[in-house]
């Protein structure tokens, strides 16, 4: 059973706002509405529709500025402006800066629907069939950022542009890849994955081009390398940036000419395979240093993909958990069904520097050695091995903000209570209170001299 595709309508006129609702629910979408394009841009960052309809003319900001909003951060997402016959021109010109159709009021609710169906059906990566969704399986989310960059990873997929994945280290970067070839048409050919940074640099030329017999002592025989392996399917080269210079000049030719010529052979056979690749490394940095090439950064580099780390998406972490949770409990025979609050707690606050793949050791651990059903906060610690950043309440927050700030201010006028409070925008008397408040002393902060 599918899933009713998402609508975000914009519009400051509250019954046409309602109107709408109303026609699109009953023609089958799951509709969120917002007021404004302020309003929008704040339920954007909470959950991500499949499709944006905005009134072009609001108080505030008007539909292109969201537009524009949505454009940055959201490539992949259409936008549908609705527009009074006064306004068609600017309509026209949003059309052309990249928004997917416009309407003129009063419109046909019929009209309305088909334009919005071909907008979703250009997107099918969040279209909601449980089937079209399979591509996707090992990315669990719950984040309208990721949703955006697998809305796009999606659209590359269906072309054979090849696409530089970007993230740190364990955030994914290999699972976005054999996504992207299982969204593909490639999907039914060979996945081959290398790491560069893992084979030794005189070994690497033979495992990615093959070798010819006798091309080296121990050649007893031709032997076909991982690129051609990949023949017909899709080759990921994973620590791209780690590549020797030498090789990279041979798989720019590879890249050019659709050829690989093996070690000691006098004969290129050509090859079919598209390429993904990815890097945890600045490769412009490395460009600019020389470490890199740039005529292959550019032929590497036709879509960019930036996976965002976990500590920017922390609304996936309880996903995540529970789903590494249910896996491993399966892998290792043990009884333990989730975490005690404490316990996600501490999983959401940290900082996660080695990102999902820390994530999933965590998990691992603390399953291995939980003997209750709920993972208790004592193991998570245990397996963190560090103090987990906190999450102070608002009075908490506020307190301690004050207290440094007010510290801040007394360091850099060396105590002199009256020069802070000007500097703070208040009066002495009330800055006395909040030195107070925060048992400060300013005699503390004279200078000795």
Known sequence: MSAQPGVLIVDDDADLLRLLAMRLRSAGYRVDTAASGEEALARLAVARPQAVITDLRMEGMDGLALFDRIRAQDPA???????????????????????????TKPFDAGELVGLLKRAIELHPAAGGEDEGRAWRAGLATASPRMEALLSEAHLAA??????????????????????????????????????????????????????AKGAFTGAVGARPGLIQSAEGGTLFLDEIGDMPPPLQVKLLR???????RPVGASQAVPVDVRILSATHRDLEAAIAEGG???????????????????????????????????????????????????????????????????LMNTVEQCCVLCTTALIPAGLVARALRDRPAEILSYAEAKARFEHDYLTGLLKITNGNVAEAARLAGRNRTEFYRLLQRHRLTAALFKSSQ
């Open 77 to 103: 997402l259409p936008v549908i402006v609705l527009t009074a016959h006064g306004t068609i021109p600017d309509a026209v010109e949003a059309t052309q800066r990249g928004v997917f159709g416009y309407l």
């Open 158 to 211: 269906r072309s054979e542009a090849n696409v530089l994945i970007l993230g740190e280290s364990g955030s994914g970067k290999e699972v976005l890849a054999r996504a992207i070839h299982l969204a593909s048409p490639r999907r039914d050919r060979p996945f081959v994955a290398v790491n560069c940074a893992a084979i030794p640099e005189p070994l690497l030329e033979s495992e990615l081009f093959g070798h």
């Open 254 to 260: 590879v890249l050019q000419e659709r050829e690989v």
């Open 292 to 358: 890199f090439r740039e005529d292959l950064y550019y032929r590497l580099n036709v879509v960019g993909l930036a996976i965002p780390p976990l500590r920017e998406r922390r609304e996936d972490i309880p996903l995540l958990a529970h789903q590494f949770l249910k896996t491993l409990a399966a892998r290792h025979g043990r009884s333990v069904s989730g975490f005690t609050p404490e316990a996600m707690s501490m999983l959401a606050a940290h900082d996660w520097p080695g990102n999902v793949r820390q």
